[in-house]
């Protein structure tokens, strides 16, 4: 791998946002995830290359030590800041074409629940896996995610809940969404979810962290 890559691969591994970011302390004063980014395209590096080669295996990397309880959620965090410090750069070409998504993620926290930190999680670590993402915000109504769905057609939907309150409400949004686009995929997720919950509400896939998120949408895009 380009050694400038390999730097952006380990900033975004171990959450190293930008120069004057003090954290991880054994990378203390090193350039970041900004300026790599920077110093890969003023190099001539592809941006696609940057996202494949470097942000998406970064972040699939800590998604990865997370299942396995080898990081958690304060270091997830930090390494998605850094991989959204990269992205910065990387999102103009999007626009342009030069870079494709994967595809479209719709993804909210169902109505009556306003609990948004595993929401945001799973929006940083998504849009780190090269997907677009529409975050919704919190208390979602079935309107909101079919007007998404207007303006996004074929997107995926994600679904939170974390109260036992709350979840019941994510049956009501995958009927009221299937009655207008009964192709629609959703993935649930949260502290009160469950995988025999998931199939009993017609949801198409249960995750229980973000990196199972990305793993289904994986799983939909080659089926």
């Not at 946002?17 to 920077?38: C, F, H, K, V």
Request: charged fraction near 20%; charge should be negative.
């Amino acid at each position: 791998m380009n050694e400038l890559l390999q730097k952006l691969f380990t900033c975004v591994e171990f959450g190293k946002i930008n120069a004057a970011s003090p954290y991880p302390p054994q990378m203390r004063g090193e350039d970041g995830a900004q300026e790599l980014t920077q110093q890969a395209l003023a190099a001539g590096i592809a941006p696609s290359q940057i996202m494949d080669e470097a942000l998406i295996p970064a972040m699939t990397c800590v998604g990865q030590k997370f299942t396995e309880g080898k990081v958690f959620v304060p270091q997830m965090l930090l390494s998605a800041k850094a991989m959204n410090a990269a992205l910065t750069y990387i999102k103009p070409y999007f626009s342009s074409g030069e870079v494709q998504r994967k595809g479209t993620f719709i993804i909210g926290t169902v109505f009556g629940d306003l609990h948004d930190i595993g929401k945001n999680l799973v929006c940083m670590m998504v849009e780190g896996a090269g997907w677009e993402v529409v975050d919704l915000g919190v208390d979602a109504s079935a309107e909101k995610f079919i007007a998404a769905l207007d303006e996004h057609p074929n997107a995926y939907v994600g679904l939170s809940a974390l109260l036992t309150t709350t979840m019941t409400n994510m049956k009501t949004i995958i009927d009221q969404v299937h009655e207008k686009y009964p192709e629609t995929k959703f993935i649930v997720g949260g502290a009160p979810v469950s995988a025999e919950f998931a199939a009993e509400i017609g949801a198409d896939g249960y995750a229980a962290d973000p990196q199972d998120d990305i793993k289904i949408l994986e799983s939909f895009l080659n089926a």
